[in-house]
């Protein structure tokens, strides 16, 4: 029996550290449940998101509409499954950004080292103590409003805390020996960095994104009350509080099921990325 927990792999016993956490599973469970949720909004609901029923304005629960109609007579059940596609697109495709510029920009600065390596990351330093959200907020001001500009505006500036954990990892990684053997094979600098290093930097990787993701859909839903965000008549999770925050104490359930559907992802999020990271941490293991 021992023997054959020893002949597992790394990533085998991570997943089994993992599935034993009841409260990380119970988390991914409910994301899971959101996701598909926004993917499959158009076969679950009657109703298309954008539906308008002037006879029909804000109506309660009722059998015709499971969570109501808000003040145009929309179905909130619609919107709010299809606010959850949106919401973790936003949350998914930041955070894609992200790792990409920050991986790549912490890679480069730890393995090359000495004056160059250190200036890098000074202009990280810099770039920290500046509020960040400040130029999300003029980026989004300043181009045409739309997803993509947002992907990259909300990405563009979450890439520090990943450039630091990679920068840190690489120092580390670039002494072993198979990185000498690389280089002794007549491996090339970006070959060794991206072939040989970054791959082994998953695991902290992972773990980042998942805790990232819940960050940048608080960002969307803050941008969103601002009117920057996702635009109407678009759904998101963050629009849909804002125009229910509107109404909250005449028509409770615009407001209640957008928060309820955005809070339990967002913990489930956090459970989830916990959990990853307890399993992926060697000190874990048995």
């Keep these: 029996m021992t023997q054959g927990v020893v002949s597992l792999s790394p990533t085998r016993l991570a997943l089994r550290r993992l599935r034993r956490n009841r409260i990380a599973m119970a988390g991914a469970a409910v994301v899971a449940l959101f996701a598909?949720?926004?993917?499959?909004?158009?076969?679950?609901?009657?109703y298309h998101h954008n539906d308008q029923d002037p006879d029909g304005r804000h109506q309660p629960p009722s059998g015709r509409h499971l969570l109501g109609t808000d003040d145009l007579g929309r179905d909130v059940l619609s919107r709010v499954l299809y606010g959850a596609r949106i919401s973790?697109?936003?949350?998914?495709?930041?955070?894609?950004?992200?790792?990409?510029i920050g991986v790549a920009y912490g890679a480069i600065a730890g393995y090359v080292g000495g004056r160059l390596?250190?200036?890098?990351?000074?202009?990280?330093?810099?770039?920290?103590?500046?509020?960040?959200?400040?130029?999300?907020?003029?980026?989004?001001?300043?181009?045409?409003q739309s997803l993509i500009a947002l992907f990259v505006a909300l990405g563009a500036v979450q890439w520090l805390t990943m450039a630091r954990i990679v920068r840190g990892q690489m120092l580390s990684l670039k002494e072993k020996d198979y990185v000498e053997a690389a280089r002794a094979v007549g491996a090339g600098?970006?070959?060794?960095?991206?072939?040989?290093?970054?791959?082994?930097?998953?695991?902290?990787?992972?773990?980042?994104?998942?805790?990232?993701?819940?960050?940048?859909?608080?960002?969307?839903?803050?941008?969103?009350?601002?009117?920057?965000?996702?635009?109407?008549?678009?759904?998101?999770?963050?629009?849909?509080?804002?125009?229910?925050?509107?109404?909250?104490e005449t028509y409770w359930w615009l407001m209640a099921f957008p928060g309820v559907a955005f809070s339990a992802t967002l913990l489930g999020l956090n459970f989830l990325g916990d959990g990853?990271?307890?399993a992926l941490d060697p000190h874990m293991a048995r």
């Design 36 to 46: 598909l949720a926004g993917i499959a909004g158009p076969w679950l609901s009657s």
């Design 88 to 100: 973790l697109a936003v949350g998914l495709a930041a955070t894609a950004v992200s790792l990409v």
């Design 276 to 278: 990853l990271r307890d």
């Design 117 to 144: 390596g250190n200036a890098m990351m000074r202009l990280v330093d810099v770039l920290y103590g500046l509020p960040y959200m400040l130029f999300v907020i003029l980026i989004m001001m300043y181009v045409e």
């Design 189 to 248: 600098s970006f070959r060794i960095i991206f072939v040989h290093l970054v791959p082994n930097l998953i695991g902290p990787v992972i773990v980042y994104a998942t805790l990232n993701v819940p960050a940048v859909m608080l960002q969307e839903a803050f941008l969103s009350f601002l009117g920057l965000g996702v635009r109407d008549p678009v759904p998101s999770w963050g629009t849909l509080v804002r125009d229910g925050a509107a109404a909250m």
